[in-house]
């Protein structure tokens, strides 16, 4: 038989690992409601969940319980193995035990859920075997069976670790929107690096103000702005009106369109002539992430923060973005 080229074998795997997780969706039930309530109601007097696997379960369920961890649902992982020689421990009258095993027949597993039976826990049997011993012992049963290994000898767990990873993951998802986690909850757990930088920082916190935010009234000239631009040293000036309130926007970019085409008669012009009227612009109260967005999205280098009377209180400059650590 002839083998298979390295890309026809790779679409081939995720072929099966792909019918595996369409199986497991078509198999959800009841018992995965009544598994998210389980664990939010744990939770909500200040319980845990503690994950245990042996071997791919086990790597599986690490990653689980980072997950429930990063999205404020507390957990740990528990080896069976230690459990057994006393880091059974940690066990709290009250806390939600998911146990791994796509067999449902691991002996050091079963020993382990035989020995965690005796606290006053709950047990949540993930596995692809629902009527195994496993299961027997468990008071709730997802099924996460598929219908084969991607192994060619069905033997290494491939499609059913993925299966399996990925209902630990709707697992996840679903008691974060059950227990009301909202983005800002998010943050807390990640203070460091870009994510909770962007989430937990606000327009006003990164934006440029006092001498470094250039304003000028619609009636100044190109020349007079100009002027204005180069000693805030920023690329762009906010067009105010008679009462302050923000009326348009001159940027660089504006400068060369119209020289481009008036020459140098453009820096006698007032602003209102040249202008870009209702720029886009941020509220100061507004999440840093926010300004990520625009700049994502409109492809613009300066955005302009207004208060609550649209008036100009700040501005933000993409180039600010690396050294804040926000792009």
């Given at each position: 038989?002839?083998?298979?080229?390295?890309?026809a074998?790779?679409?081939q795997?995720?072929?099966i690992?792909?019918?595996?997780?369409?199986?497991?969706?078509?198999?959800?039930?009841?018992?995965?409601?009544?598994?998210?309530?389980?664990?939010a109601?744990?939770?909500?007097?200040?319980?845990?969940?503690v994950?245990v696997?042996?071997?791919?379960?086990?790597?599986?369920g690490?990653?689980?319980?980072?997950?429930?961890?990063?999205?404020?649902?507390?957990?740990?992982l528990?080896?069976?193995?230690?459990?057994l020689?006393?880091?059974i421990?940690l066990?709290?009258?009250?806390d939600?035990?998911?146990?791994?095993?796509?067999?449902?027949?691991?002996?050091?597993l079963?020993?382990?859920i035989?020995?965690?039976k005796?606290?006053?826990?709950?047990?949540?049997?993930?596995?692809?075997?629902?009527k195994?011993?496993?299961?027997?012992?468990?008071?709730?049963?997802?099924?996460a069976?598929?219908?084969?290994?991607?192994?060619?000898?069905?033997l290494?767990?491939?499609?059913?670790t993925?299966?399996?990873?990925?209902?630990?993951?709707a697992l996840?998802?679903?008691?974060?929107?059950t227990?009301?986690?909202?983005k800002?909850?998010?943050a807390?757990?990640?203070?460091?690096?870009?994510?909770?930088?962007?989430?937990?920082?606000?327009a006003?916190?990164?934006?440029r103000?006092?001498?470094?935010l250039?304003?000028?009234?619609?009636?100044?000239?190109?020349?007079?702005?100009?002027?204005?631009?180069?000693r805030?040293?920023?690329g762009?000036v906010?067009v105010?009106g008679?009462?302050g309130?923000?009326?348009?926007?001159?940027?660089?970019?504006?400068?060369r369109?119209?020289?481009?085409?008036?020459?140098?008669?453009?820096?006698?012009?007032?602003l209102a002539?040249?202008?870009?009227p209702?720029?886009?612009?941020?509220r100061?109260?507004a999440l840093a992430?926010?300004?990520?967005?625009i700049?994502?999205?409109?492809?613009?280098?300066?955005?302009?923060?207004?208060?609550a009377?649209?008036?100009?209180?700040g501005?933000?400059?993409?180039?600010?973005?690396?050294?804040?650590k926000?792009?």
């Amino acid at each position: 038989m002839k083998s298979k080229t390295p890309l026809a074998l790779a679409k081939q795997v995720l072929d099966i690992e792909l019918a595996g997780l369409k199986a497991v969706r078509s198999q959800l039930d009841a018992q995965f409601t009544l598994a998210v309530e389980t664990l939010a109601e744990a939770l909500s007097r200040r319980n845990k969940l503690v994950v245990v696997g042996i071997g791919k379960s086990g790597n599986i369920g690490q990653k689980m319980a980072a997950t429930f961890n990063s999205t404020g649902a507390t957990s740990v992982l528990l080896d069976p193995a230690n459990a057994l020689h006393g880091d059974i421990g940690l066990l709290d009258d009250g806390d939600v035990v998911l146990a791994l095993s796509y067999s449902g027949e691991s002996e050091e597993l079963i020993n382990l859920i035989g020995a965690v039976k005796r606290f006053p826990v709950q047990i949540i049997a993930l596995t692809g075997a629902p009527k195994s011993s496993l299961a027997k012992l468990s008071d709730v049963v997802l099924n996460a069976h598929v219908p084969k290994e991607a192994c060619p000898f069905n033997l290494a767990p491939t499609a059913s670790t993925t299966a399996m990873l990925a209902l630990g993951d709707a697992l996840a998802m679903a008691l974060l929107q059950t227990r009301g986690f909202k983005k800002k909850d998010f943050a807390k757990y990640h203070p460091s690096g870009a994510i909770g930088r962007a989430l937990l920082l606000h327009a006003r916190d990164i934006m440029r103000t006092g001498k470094r935010l250039a304003t000028a009234p619609r009636t100044a000239t190109v020349r007079e702005a100009l002027l204005v631009m180069t000693r805030a040293k920023c690329g762009s000036v906010c067009v105010l009106g008679s009462t302050g309130k923000l009326v348009g926007v001159f940027t660089d970019g504006d400068l060369r369109r119209h020289m481009a085409k008036a020459g140098d008669a453009v820096l006698h012009l007032p602003l209102a002539k040249v202008m870009t009227p209702k720029p886009k612009t941020l509220r100061e109260d507004a999440l840093a992430v926010e300004a990520l967005k625009i700049f994502n999205a409109r492809k613009i280098d300066d955005l302009i923060v207004v208060n609550a009377q649209r008036k100009p209180v700040g501005l933000i400059d993409s180039q600010d973005l690396p050294k804040l650590k926000l792009a």
